[in-house]
């Protein structure tokens, strides 16, 4: 009786096992769509724990960053010892700089950068005030989403800046370079020429802090609009 069952129960485990093969391979001749997904079943980073594919020449992470712009300064009122109703410092100018970042997240990149930004003169009866900035700042870009390759993105940063004001006649006082806190905010959209290189459209707030020299020569308020246009290229 014992031996019946067990002959009994292999051959309905045979017969069950024949089935389903058979039934998968005519579904695979009468559905080619069905063999095909049956096919991508394996595909590693679907349903298998194989390692993805990863490509001998595939990006690192890290990009250079290079722009130049039209610089717009507003806000700032400097006085001096000689002339204490002050000058408004309204000028505008240009900028360049360079970045070396990296892709934090697939939506958030990381960034150091160094730029120079001609802030433009001001005249005040017989002074003449002109202005210029050395910003290293330290960033992070928020890659919002990518449509049609635009991808529009927020930033912010904090670092510090190096102000040349210089007036004319020498006599109103002396050339000042002062150290001080800066940081920004900004917006931009970069559009991508090939997986490597894109082009880069943006506006950046910077508030470079309140520059003065022993008393001599102050500025309230220092401030800075940027329109940048640059490229981006991501190492190997």
Do not use: C
Request: no cysteine; hydrophobic share 45%; charged share 15%.
């Amino acid at each position: 009786m014992v031996r019946f069952w067990s002959a009994g129960r292999s051959l309905l485990v045979g017969a069950a096992a024949l089935a389903l093969l058979s039934a998968g391979t005519a579904a695979r001749a009468a559905d080619p769509e069905t063999a095909d997904m049956l096919a991508k079943l394996g595909r590693p980073g679907d349903f298998s724990l194989a390692p993805p594919d990863v490509s001998d020449d595939a990006p690192s992470g890290w990009y250079m960053r290079a722009d130049a712009g039209y610089v717009a300064s507003t806000g700032a009122r400097v006085t001096t010892a000689d002339v204490p109703a002050g000058l408004d410092l309204s000028g505008s100018g240009w900028s360049v700089g360079g970045g070396l970042g990296y892709r934090l997240l697939p939506f958030l990149r990381g960034e150091v950068s160094l730029d120079y930004l001609d802030l433009g003169s001001a005249r005040n009866g017989g002074a003449e005030l002109s202005a210029n900035a050395t910003v290293a700042l330290a960033s992070l870009y928020w890659d919002m989403v990518t449509l049609a390759g635009f991808t529009p993105y927020l930033s912010a940063g904090a670092g510090f800046s190096i102000t040349t004001l210089d007036v004319a006649p020498a006599a109103f006082g002396p050339a000042v370079n002062d150290w001080q806190f800066a940081w920004s905010a900004g917006a931009g959209v970069s559009y991508g020429l090939s997986a490597d290189l894109s082009l880069d459209l943006s506006y950046r707030y910077l508030d470079l802090g309140s520059p003065s020299s022993a008393g001599m020569l102050a500025v309230s308020d220092m401030v800075a609009h940027q329109v940048r246009f640059g490229v981006r290229y991501m190492l190997r």
